[in-house]
């Protein structure tokens, strides 16, 4: 099956610090979502982006389907972007099913 | 809009007993629903892939006998632990899609930690 890997596995930041979290993936993608899983487990959405750019407040993300990778940045960090953060793809093979990246536990130091 | 709910959020039982674990999508309909689940520090495995009206699909290794998932309408899904063990302690989370069999965003429930003693 698809494999995917998300670097850094771990990021400390100071508060108001930017960062870039990084997902590699080793197939052709019908969607690729980034989460953010919360301290009390909720999976968040933040994009569903199989390709393109896409901007949410601080928050941005590209993905480049033909080098098989997606970036989300996070500008201007604050404490309440602490947690993990998981890349999710399906490849197109296996109907709707995601596979997630082992994830990004991000710590944003005050 | 497309909110997932999960009941109970945490739940405590016995070694042997069963437990039912509740996914609702409160404001759309879910053709299909997902369940996986999450150890501590570890990423999210999916376990089966259910359908509304069809019998669930469960990924390798998962014990269809020990994990039997229902999903009967199309704001529900239940997953039922059966025969609870130790090991079967973990984080056990829901999604939920719109579409039937094709790309879609999935949107997760809250969560539910099952300890099992």
């Known amino acids: 099956g698809i494999q995917v890997e998300q670097s850094p596995p771990d990021l400390i930041l100071q508060e108001g610090a930017n960062s870039t979290l990084r997902c590699n993936f080793s197939d052709s993608v019908n969607n690729l979502q980034w989460f953010h899983q919360n301290p009390w487990g909720q999976l968040i959405n933040l994009f569903y982006i199989p390709s393109g750019t896409k901007q949410n407040g601080r928050l941005s993300a590209t993905t480049v389907a033909t080098e098989r990778y997606s970036l989300l940045y996070i500008s201007s960090s604050q404490t309440t972007d602490s947690g993990v953060y998981f890349c999710?793809?399906?490849?197109?093979?296996?109907?709707?099913?995601?596979?997630f990246g082992e994830g990004t536990q991000l710590t944003v130091n005050p | 809009g497309a909110v997932v709910s999960q009941h109970p959020s945490r739940v405590i039982c016995k070694s042997g007993t069963s437990v039912k674990i509740e996914c609702r999508s409160l404001d759309f309909q879910a053709t299909t629903m997902f369940w996986y689940r999450q150890f501590p520090k570890q990423s999210l495995m999916l376990m089966a892939t259910s359908n509304e009206g069809s019998k669930a699909t469960y990924e390798q290794g998962v014990e269809k006998d020990k994990f039997l998932i229902n999903h009967a309408s199309l704001t529900l899904s239940t997953l039922t632990v059966t025969s609870a063990h130790p090991e079967d302690s973990s984080f056990y989370i829901c999604?939920?899609?719109?579409?039937?069999?094709?790309?879609?965003?999935?949107?997760f429930g809250p969560g539910t930690r099952l300890t099992v003693l």
């Open positions: 999710a793809v399906e490849d197109g093979t296996s109907g709707s099913r995601l596979t």
């Open positions: 999604s939920a899609s719109k579409i039937r069999g094709a790309t879609d965003t999935q949107y």
